[in-house]
Every structure is written in structure tokens, then in C-alpha cells.
């Protein structure tokens, strides 16, 4: 059974820094998985932001997030990181990491993924 668990959240002026971390558990070893993280603003639908395939392939990223947000994955150590550089007030929301057996990253639509974290805080503060 795929486990997620987030870490890394928390609070932060506006202008500053966060890295999420997301650690995988039971990922079968026989197969390829593509890793994402999503968030979700207080009253909006959960977005995805960044995903990338195993062994480091050329990740994807939504528009809201390219150039300030960069994925990294290290697959020797099951994890998942979100560098999160300039952050804005509207960026606070509930951070996911989501995971699909697979080839590839085909997309960064919610129903894509069916597994998830349970999420980890980011405030940002002006």
C-alpha cells in the first residue's frame, strides 16, 4: 500500500522561502511512479503544481509556479522536494504529494493520482 507523508510547512513573510519535503513509503521497485505536488487555496478546487517522473526526467510544472517553484526527487531516498522561492499571500494553502504508477507524467489533473498525503500547511503572511 503507496504511503505519502509531507513535511515542511509552516509559516513565512511574503518575499521568503520553503522546502516541502515528501517521503514515500511501499513504492514497488518493478515499476516506475510519477510524483506530484497539488495544493489547495481555502475555498478553490486542489491544483497541481509540479511533477516528475522517476530517475529525474524533465519535470512539469502549472504556469502559477514556473520559474519560482522547483521539484526535485531523489529516488534513493523515496523523497519528493518543493523549493518554493517568492512566495505571495496567495500561495498559502494546504501543500499534497500525489503518486501514479506510470511511465510518465502525463498531466497534473487531481484525478490522475490515486494516492495522496495528507497535506501540510504553508501560510504566507504580507
Known amino acids: 500500500h503507496v504511503r505519502l507523508v509531507e513535511s515542511g510547512g509552516g509559516s513565512v513573510q511574503a518575499g521568503g522561502s520553503l522546502r516541502l519535503s515528501c517521503q514515500s513509503f511501499n513504492l514497488d521497485k518493478d515499476y516506475t511512479y510519477c510524483l506530484a505536488w497539488f495544493r489547495q487555496r481555502p475555498g478553490k478546487d486542489r491544483e497541481g503544481l509540479a511533477a516528475l517522473i522517476s530517475g529525474g526526467a524533465v519535470p512539469k510544472y502549472a504556469d502559477s509556479v514556473k520559474g519560482r517553484f522547483t521539484v526535485y526527487r531523489d529516488d534513493a531516498n523515496s523523497t519528493l522536494s518543493l523549493q518554493m522561492h517568492g512566495l505571495e499571500p496567495a500561495d498559502s494553502a494546504t501543500y499534497y504529494c500525489?503518486?501514479?504508477?506510470?511511465?510518465?507524467?502525463?498531466?497534473?489533473?487531481?484525478?490522475?493520482?490515486?494516492?495522496w498525503g495528507q497535506g501540510t500547511q504553508v501560510t504566507v503572511s504580507s
Open positions: 500525489a503518486a501514479i504508477r506510470n511511465y510518465f507524467c502525463a498531466d497534473l489533473r487531481v484525478t490522475s493520482f490515486p494516492y
